[in-house]
Nanobody
Framework: QVQQVASGGGLVQAGGSLRLSCAAS????????MAWFRQVEDKEREFVAA????????YYGDSVKGRFTISRDKTKNTVYLQMNSLKSEDTAVYYC???????????????????WGQGTQVTVSS
């Protein structure tokens, strides 16, 4: 199992950038697919981005394609979400998720991930 701690959230103006980090503990981090989801108030968690265990494949939600980039550094057991050209609708609590056995068809589904970190708030002012 891995445990994750997300950081990097904050307040930014529209058009600005932020980089979120998700630091994971656990010897098997390198074998886990990692993802970012976001949630606004009582709405369902929305898929943002995911990266497979090797880092060779990345996946993005339609609303963030071309603006966000997910990456991982296995030497630091950390996954990053670089967010550029931020919009007010990107305002949400962002969560880091991990799973060691997720299949491709479920990579966009929040309930498919077994491990979750605490959220980090991102607020984009217009």
């Amino acid at each position: 199992q891995v445990q994750q701690v997300a950081s990097g959230g904050g307040l930014v103006q529209a058009g600005g950038s932020l980089r979120l980090s998700c630091a994971a503990s656990g010897r098997t981090f390198s074998s886990y697919a990692m993802a970012w989801f976001r949630q606004v108030e009582d709405k369902e968690r929305e898929f943002v981005a995911a990266i497979n265990w090797s880092g060779g494949h990345t996946y993005y939600g339609d609303s963030v394609k071309g603006r966000f980039t997910i990456s991982r550094d296995k030497t630091k057991n950390t996954v990053y979400l670089q967010m550029n050209s931020l919009k007010s609708e990107d305002t949400a609590v962002y969560y880091c998720a991990a799973d060691s056995s997720i299949i491709l068809s479920s990579i966009y589904v929040s309930r498919a991930y077994a491990n979750w970190g605490q959220g980090t708030q991102v607020t984009v002012s217009s």
